[in-house]
């Protein structure tokens, strides 16, 4: 079975540190994504990598980065956390192009108070 | 990208089959259609995937027609456990690095 774990299940922050999410996937997966998901607004995509040191801009990047220096690890790095960040982070990863098969980790709830 | 619309919500007693409609007007050659599941507090899990007529699996059919504007999941005599948000995607696979958008998907309620 494709597993991908995220480094936490609940964070809690204070506002204005840097914070990192972990995503492990064990798949061997060419493409990585980050999502965010708030109540009411479905999945936002934040960050995707289809390779090794590549990345791209989501429809919500603003105030994160990300790192993806090995191809099973895939990393979201809020640089200066804000109470507005606080949502549920997913972590998806599939093995080529747009419609094959996302596996999505378990997600981690981050609090920024 | 194909834009995707789905109906926010809908309510369904158990042992009842329900069927939830997406809209995808603008649905290229090498799109697929694929359905996912999400429970609360856990990650979204692929159901289906289909390119036209009809699949069905273990858990759900999706019909497409003939002008594949529009997809159908029918989940056969839900339970309680069938409770969840259902997303519809569309896109082609292995093509290009641009991922699927998920939307804002339907919020199933099946009642006792």
């Known amino acids: 079975d494709v597993k991908v774990t995220q480094s936490s299940r609940y964070l809690v922050k204070r506002t204005g540190e840097k914070v990192f999410l972990e995503c492990v996937q064990d798949?061997?997966?060419?493409?990585m994504f980050w999502y965010r998901q708030d109540p009411g607004l479905g999945l936002r995509l934040i960050y995707f990598?289809?390779?090794?040191?590549?990345?791209e801009k989501g429809d919500i990047p603003e105030g994160y980065s990300v790192s993806r220096e090995k191809k099973e690890r895939f990393s979201l790095i809020l640089e200066s956390a804000s109470t507005n960040q606080t949502s549920m982070y997913l972590c998806a990863s599939s093995p080529l192009g747009q419609g094959d098969e996302q596996y999505f980790g378990p997600g981690t709830r981050l609090t920024v108070t | 990208l194909a834009k995707t619309t789905q109906p926010i919500s809908m309510d369904s007693y158990e042992g009842q089959e329900v069927n939830i409609t997406c809209s995808h007007n603008n649905i290229a050659t090498n799109d697929y259609i694929t359905w996912y599941q999400q429970f609360p507090s856990q990650g979204p899990r692929f159901i289906i995937q289909?390119?036209?007529t009809k699949v069905t699996n273990e858990v759900a059919s999706l019909f497409i027609p003939a002008d594949r504007k529009s997809s159908t999941l029918s989940l056969p005599r839900v339970s309680l456990s069938d409770t969840a948000v259902y997303y519809c995607l569309v896109g082609a696979i292995n093509s290009g690095n641009t991922p699927l958008v998920f939307g804002k998907g339907t919020r199933l309620s099946v009642i006792a």
């Open positions: 798949m061997d997966h060419e493409n």
């Open positions: 289909g390119y036209k």
């Open positions: 990598s289809y390779d090794v040191k590549m990345k």
